[in-house]
T-cell receptor, first 116, second 111 residues
Framework: EAGVAQSPRYKIIEKRQSVAFWCNPISGHATLYWYQQILGQGPKLLIQFQNNGVVDDSQLPKDRFSAERLKGVDSTLKIQPAKLEDSAVYLC??????????????FGEGSRLTVL | GNSVTQMEGPVTLSEEAFLTINCTYTATGYPSLFWYVQYPGEGLQLLLKATKADDKGSNKGFEATYRKETTSFHLEKGSVQVSDSAVYFCALNGRDDKIIFGKGTRLHILP
């Protein structure tokens, strides 16, 4: 079974530029998550989708971050314009159900962003 | 709100030593608890989980017991190996179905 795919693995941009990350979850997984992991910290949830609807985006900085999940399958996370503090690894995860209770999250390898 | 606190690293041990990584949580209701592991160059993966009080999760020689009275979920292993070197994250899922992670504990095992 193929895992969660993310691209690009690495991206270096200058501040005020834009960047987009792509995620393809495990086939059949209804729930998709984007997490931000800053060096030395645990992953922080940015947005959670159930199929193509947003369940939670309370911690997404909506003035610069946006995400969509068209057709309830793959997803794109965009940052525009980027700031220095956006340097982090962006993790995509998926799960069969809501991830809650006995649910397990499956993570991709992450996309490492460096903003100069 | 819900939160997870785990011991700061890095933790450095010799091979075959006993390991404990402490984790405590704050949550309303009865969350599910998890330990995730991130090996060098790899993505996060679930190590073990427990869904109710007194449950013990176990995998790959690691164990953790859900202690409601002390709101803890400490990770233990009786004899660590070099291959256990990784970053370990304690996490919880509360009634709001959001998984919250601790800051992670980096573990180094010396041969």
């Amino acid at each position: 079974e193929a895992g969660v795919a993310q691209s690009p693995r690495y991206k270096i941009i200058e501040k005020r530029q834009s960047v987009a990350f792509w995620c393809n979850p495990i086939s059949g997984h209804a729930t998709l998550y984007w997490y931000q992991q800053i060096l030395g910290q645990g992953p922080k949830l940015l947005i959670q989708f159930q199929n193509n609807g947003v369940v939670d985006d309370s911690q997404l900085p909506k003035d610069r971050f946006s995400a969509e999940r068209l057709k309830g399958v793959d997803s794109t996370l965009k940052i525009q314009p980027a700031k220095l503090e956006d340097s982090a690894v962006y993790l995509c995860a998926s799960s069969l159900v809501g991830g809650g209770g006995t649910g397990e999250l499956f993570f991709g390898e992450g996309s490492r962003l460096t903003v100069l | 709100g819900n939160s997870v606190t785990q011991m700061e690293g890095p933790v450095t041990l010799s091979e075959e030593a006993f390991l404990t990584i402490n984790c405590t949580y704050t949550a309303t209701g009865y969350p599910s608890l998890f330990w995730y592991v991130q090996y060098p160059g790899e993505g996060l993966q679930l190590l073990l989980k427990a869904t109710k009080a007194d449950d013990k999760g176990s995998n790959k020689g690691f164990e953790a017991t859900y202690r409601k009275e002390t709101t803890s979920f400490h990770l233990e292993k009786g004899s660590v190996q070099v291959s256990d070197s990784a970053v370990y994250f304690c996490a919880l899922n509360g009634r709001d179905d959001k998984i919250i992670f601790g800051k992670g504990t980096r573990l180094h095992i010396l041969p």
